[in-house]
């Protein structure tokens, strides 16, 4: 019954968004208010039936209702409750059904906040997003259909969701933060499509593109650290980041955002770049879209990957048509977006914002090449290689502290043109740059690049912080998007030192610990002293004490796991691991019984910061989507407003 | 049955494997100084493993202690384990990738370098098990193609600012009531510094 | 200057490229590579056996020793399922080639009782030789388990079979082999 009732849903949602789409295009067309009012009924219409879908979805999951082959695949009773809700998104055709739900939540709160207007605009960019939601309710109905109900006879009990993801709460939250990220990415798609469609981004507009995609930046900046976080939590092998193809899918799009993010200050301030700064949008999105691909088609060397299934061949129509629309829409009609504006000297913070553009471009080009070469060298020369850590490192290193420097560089530099006072200005955080520099060296740390950053890391906080002062003296209610984005820049460098100092100078040894025998280990001790063994519902876990001291004292003690779940063959490890502010003390399970244990132990630098500078990075995301006060024109009874006065 | 668990099982690739070997091979800790990698029981040693007929004789020096550690750790951070997902033979626990670790440490000790090393691996599993694509062919897209895009965007940045310098209009402001002063001057506080 | 088709041109060839490189890769397997021992003479090993000799004393498996006669070198383990499905198929093909092809099985990152016990339950043909620290794995570019290398009369690797192994595929080229002079 429930089948039946989420397969309805789905396929009223996909008449509602295909109907929504036409009428939306239409109406942008002719102009035509009621055409737009229309769209919007379809739109929450739509919203309403996806969202009707995933409920029904989750009380089969609850109910454990195994004549709906979804429920079948992924559910069991021995699983714990928090799990069987997740497992929503666990596998393949539940994922897409998450999907077309953020995607509902989205619609629907985007068309309830811009309630007050019906401009035709509006009706193509819902329009453009119920597109896509059209397209997804297609892959629903057809070739990923979760609600497919199951050839008898129903089984009493399923296997549950893959071990990999019931072994962590991480599971819980980082896909459905992904999912904002990735999802929310359509609604600045529909804003830029309508704003090249109609020829005109003005400073409205501009800002409601700005806005809208701030949002997704945000979610996609967290899922990412949270991604992160995972693998070094869970995974055992001590670090964080494998660039993994679909690692590097989430990393593609939030490059490009944030590319775009910056170039949208352009037009505010110069008009210029608008034409760019939608192209980017549009990049941004149609890379959510490939990063999709790359997940569920199978065709990508992935820890990720879900396995060959039919999706592939029609996500890739669907990725083709979106790219030759993108392409058409962009050549016919960018010429109609630039404004006039001036560009400002050679040495300003526009020149400052093109550089940036540059890096985070070639960025997101470095890491898009890496990661599809293989498949390019396969089809022309017949052979597999591997694009891997050593080339990302080589090239992604040297543009990371281009980005620091310029982070440090591009807020001090002024519009327009610089004047002796701001190139003066630039000193104090020069010396303090040196100065990280130095105090790194006398920390050890020697080598080229290291240094470089730790030098640029320290100028970029420097001019950071001064910005800060200078917003906040002239008061943090006006100045919110200033104090966002800095607070953002502060979040990023905590990070950038944090990824560079771990990788650079992580210690890692092999080791046997007897019990009770104390072994050195980077000025602590350790000493293995017992097992215990935990029976759960879903897994049986084996863990390790090992007691950490320091100078003869025991400051705390470690218990790594090996937990075994019962369809897995070997088991899965958890490690454990006690953080201090100068680095990670992190254990790894190899093997255990009760007279000995093989570790892998590791000492990293600085770890802790890659996690608080993600939470800084969040705080940020969320201050500068304060409206910031004195944003209206100042209301005055006489005419003379001041020209160039623009609008924040 | 769960498709993620199928495919991990289909592929046949070991997930990581947490117990150790029977025979009894102990794992070299970094405090063991070019130790025997395995153990050489009087049964019978394993396959044959000299590289010099696929890579030429050793062309470097014997190495020990931290050379020979910093070595292996070089060379096998740049071999792809075999059995996990794009990670490292230094970071992967799984058996096969500590494996061949071993087997690294055992060259490197007797002298072949890091090319050699994996020219070696190269010969048995292909190219596949090198992380970095090797700079000839058509391999040069991914080492070149960053670079020639940078160079490219520079150029068309040039070509913007240089090409399209006017000097900045001069600002013209129409005369503003004298009692508006303080206002005018806050909306500059805000405007002129501030909201970019 | 307008830069409409400029962009209309270049950024349809890019699409059109990007989109044919993702569809080749509807394929080809991610996960399986091609082998470049093939071709080549298979790396020697001298490996003991699980199971005793004819006459009670240890049996020691010398690959160089078997030219002559084809072989076949199946990687397997007992925590590996594809690798139970495929056993019955390598237990008919071992029978109905006998004693003109040699098979050997090849066990690495294993006990030796659970390797009896699984043994026991499903049936030997040929004997099963223990690879010591994954050596011979290592030697002939083993990606995981199962994998078959069918070897000629002369030494030489000529097929690698990654998964599991189908029964035709395999007695085609055993029967070609068998043909081939030494």
């Known amino acids: 019954m ?28 002719r102009e035509s208010p009621e055409g737009v009012k229309w769209t919007r009924w379809l739109g929450l219409a739509f919203s309403a039936c996806m969202i009707g879908a995933t409920v029904a979805m989750e009380v089969a999951l609850l109910t454990h209702d195994f004549s709906v082959r979804y429920v079948a695949q992924v ?17 393949l055709e539940g994922s897409i059904l998450f999907w077309g739900f953020v995607l509902a939540l989205y619609i629907s709160i985007s068309i309830w906040l811009t309630h007050d207007r019906s401009s035709p605009a509006l009706a193509d960019a819902i329009a453009t997003w119920l597109g896509v939601g059209a397209f997804f309710c297609f892959l629903m109905a057809g070739p990923a259909n979760p609600f497919l109900p199951l050839a008898s006879p129903v089984m009493s009990d399923g296997p549950g969701p893959n071990p990999l993801l019931q072994n962590h709460i991480l599971m819980v939250v980082h896909p459905p933060m992904l999912y904002l990220g990735y999802v929310g990415m359509t609604i600045p798609f529909g804003f830029a499509i309508s704003a090249l469609l109609r020829g005109s981004l003005g400073p409205a507009e501009l800002k409601e593109l700005r806005n809208a995609l701030m949002v997704p930046w945000g979610f996609l900046s967290i899922g990412i650290v949270l991604g992160a976080w995972w693998a070094y939590d869970v995974l055992g092998w001590g670090g964080y980041w494998a660039w993994d193809p679909v690692e590097n899918a989430s990393l593609l799009p939030w490059l490009t955002g944030t590319a775009a993010l910056h170039s949208a200050m352009l037009p505010g301030r110069r008009g210029t770049m608008k034409g760019w700064t939608t192209t980017l949008v549009l990049v941004s999105f149609l890379l959510t879209l490939l990063g999709t691909f790359m997940t569920r088609s199978g065709v990508f060397n992935s820890v990720h990957s879900f396995s060959q299934s039919d999706i592939g061949p029609t996500f890739l129509g669907f990725i083709a ?74 090239m992604a290193v040297p543009l990371g502290v281009g980005i620091l420097f310029l982070m440090g560089v591009g807020p001090a530099l002024p519009w327009g043109q610089p004047t002796p006072e701001r190139m003066r200005a630039l000193i104090p955080p020069a010396v303090v740059g040196v100065l990280a520099g130095a105090l790194g060296w006398a920390f050890e740390v020697r ?56 990788s650079a100078y992580r210690v890692d040894t092999e080791m046997h610990l007897k019990k009770g025998v104390t072994v050195p ?91 608080l500078g993600g939470g800084v990075v969040a705080l940020g995301t969320l201050i500068s989507l304060v409206p910031a006060r004195g944003t209206v024109a100042v209301r005055s009874s006489t005419p003379a407003v001041v020209p160039g006065a623009a609008e924040a | 049955m769960n498709i993620l668990l199928l495919a991990t099982l289909l592929t046949a690739h070991s997930p990581a494997r947490a117990e150790e070997p029977n025979a009894g091979s102990p794992v070299p800790t970094r405090s063991a100084v070019a130790s025997a990698p395995q153990d050489m029981t009087a049964d019978a040693p394993a396959a044959s493993s000299d590289p010099t007929p696929i890579v030429g004789p050793p062309a470097g020096p014997p190495l020990s202690g931290k050379a020979l550690e910093d070595a292996t750790r070089t060379i096998a951070s740049q071999l792809r384990c075999p059995v996990c997902q794009g990670l490292s033979v230094a970071d992967s626990p799984s058996e096969s990738a500590v494996a061949i670790k071993r087997e690294v440490e055992r060259l490197a000790a007797q002298g072949y370098t890091e090319a050699q090393c994996l020219l070696y691996f190269e010969a048995s599993y292909g190219e596949f098990i090198r992380l970095e694509p090797k700079a000839e062919g058509l391999n040069l897209l991914v080492w070149a193609g960053p670079g020639a895009l940078l160079v490219f965007g520079l150029g068309v940045i040039a070509w913007m600012r240089l090409g399209n310098r006017k000097p900045p209009a001069p600002r013209t402001l129409p005369p503003v009531d004298p009692a508006l002063e303080p206002f005018v001057r806050q909306v500059y506080a805000v405007v002129g510094e501030g909201q970019s | 200057m307008k830069r409409g088709p400029m962009i209309l041109l270049g ?36 490996l003991k056996a699980i199971e005793p000799a004819a006459d009670g004393s240890e049996q020691i498996v010398k690959l160089s020793l078997q030219k002559g006669h084809p072989v076949v070198v199946n990687f397997w383990a007992t925590w590996c399922i594809p690798c139970q499905q495929e056993h019955s198929t390598l237990l008919a093909i071992s029978r109905e080639f006998g004693g003109a092809v040699h098979f050997f099985g090849l066990v690495y990152q294993d006990k030796p009782e659970a390797i009896d016990a699984w043994l026991n339950s499903r ?50 080229l055993l029967a070609g082999l068998l043909k081939e002079g030494t």
């Open chain 1, 2 to 29: 429930l089948g039946y009732l989420g397969m309805g849903c789905v396929l009223a949602a996909l008449v509602f968004a295909a109907a929504g789409s036409i009428v939306g295009f239409t109406a942008g067309r």
């Open chain 1, 75 to 91: 559910g069991s009773l021995s699983t714990p409750t928090y799990i069987t809700i997740v497992s929503l998104w666990s596998s």
């Open chain 1, 321 to 394: 048509i979106t790219l030759v629309f993108s392409v058409v829409v962009v050549a016919m009609r960018i010429d109609r977006l630039e404004g006039e504006g001036e560009g400002g000297a050679i040495v300003s913070r526009e020149s400052a914002f093109l550089l940036n553009n540059l890096l985070f471009v070639g960025l997101t080009f470095t890491v898009f090449i890496g990661t599809t070469y293989p498949l390019l060298a396969e089809a022309i020369r017949g052979t597999k290689v591997s694009v891997g850590e050593p080339y990302y490192n080589q």
């Open chain 1, 447 to 502: 080598t080229v690049w290291p240094v470089l950053a730790l030098v640029c890391a320290g100028f970029a906080a420097c001019v950071t912080v001064m910005e800060l002062y200078g917003a906040f003296r002239i008061g943090f209610a006006r100045q919110t998007r200033r104090i966002g984005g800095y607070v953002v820049h502060a979040g990023i460098i905590m990070m950038l030192v944090a990824v560079a100092m771990s």
């Open chain 1, 521 to 611: 280990f980077q000025g602590y001790t350790l000493t293995y002293t017992g097992k215990q063994t935990i029976e759960e519902s879903n897994r049986t876990r084996q863990l390790a004490s090992v007691d950490v001291r320091k100078d003869g004292q025991v400051i705390t003690t470690l218990s790594p796991a090996l937990n075994n779940y019962p369809q897995m063959g070997a088991p899965i490890g958890t490690p454990a691991v006690y953080t201090t502010a100068g680095h990670d003390l992190y254990l790894s399970l190899m093997s255990i019984d009760s007279g000995e244990i093989g570790v892998h132990a590791f000492q990293t630098p600085l770890m802790v910061w890659l996690w």
């Open chain 3, 11 to 46: 950024g349809l060839s890019v699409v059109a490229v990007l989109v044919a490189v993702l569809a080749s890769g509807f394929q080809h397997d991610p996960h399986e590579i091609a082998s470049p021992m093939i071709g080549k003479p298979a790396p020697d090993f001298t």
């Open chain 3, 123 to 172: 049936g030997r043909a040929y004997p099963t030789l223990i690879d010591v620290g994954s050596q011979a794995a290592i030697a002939f570019g083993v990606y995981g388990v199962p994998e078959t290398f069918v070897i000629d009369k002369k030494g030489v690797i000529r097929q690698k079979f990654t998964g599991g192994v189908d029964y035709d595929e395999v007695s085609a």
